[in-house]
């Protein structure tokens, strides 16, 4: 069993930053791929960014594209979000999940337990 868990949540105010992490207990990320989920207050959990296996593919989120940047360590087992210019809208749950295979689909098979990420306006 991989099971992630997530780090780096934060209150930050609008225009900020903050990296996430996603660090895998117990085996290993290799050879799967990884993405980002959030979830805010009373609205279903939504996809923000996915990377493959190797790294050299990603997805983003329409509302996230260009502000933030998913990357995977394999040396260090660890999966990033990196946010940049934040909005108050970004205030959510932040959830990494990861995948059945090489590239990611719905649905996972695991997923972390949250860290919470909260823009001040």
């Known amino acids: 069993q991989v099971q992630p868990v997530e780090s780096g949540g934060g209150l930050v105010q609008a225009g900020g930053s903050l990296r996430l992490s996603c660090a895998a207990s117990?085996?290993?990320?290799?050879?799967?791929?990884m993405a980002w989920f959030r979830q805010a207050p009373g609205k279903e959990r939504e996809f923000v960014a996915s990377i493959n296996w190797n790294g050299g593919s990603t997805n983003y989120a329409a509302f996230v594209k260009g502000r933030f940047t998913i990357a995977r360590d394999d040396a260090k087992n660890t999966v990033y979000l990196q946010m940049n210019s934040l909005k108050p809208e970004d205030t959510a749950v932040y959830y990494c999940?990861?995948?059945?295979?090489?590239?990611?689909?719905?649905?996972?098979?695991?997923w972390g337990q949250g860290t919470q990420v909260t823009v001040s306006s």
């Open positions: 117990g085996r290993t990320f290799y050879h799967y791929a």
């Open positions: 999940a990861k995948a059945r295979g090489i590239t990611y689909s719905n649905p996972p098979e695991y």
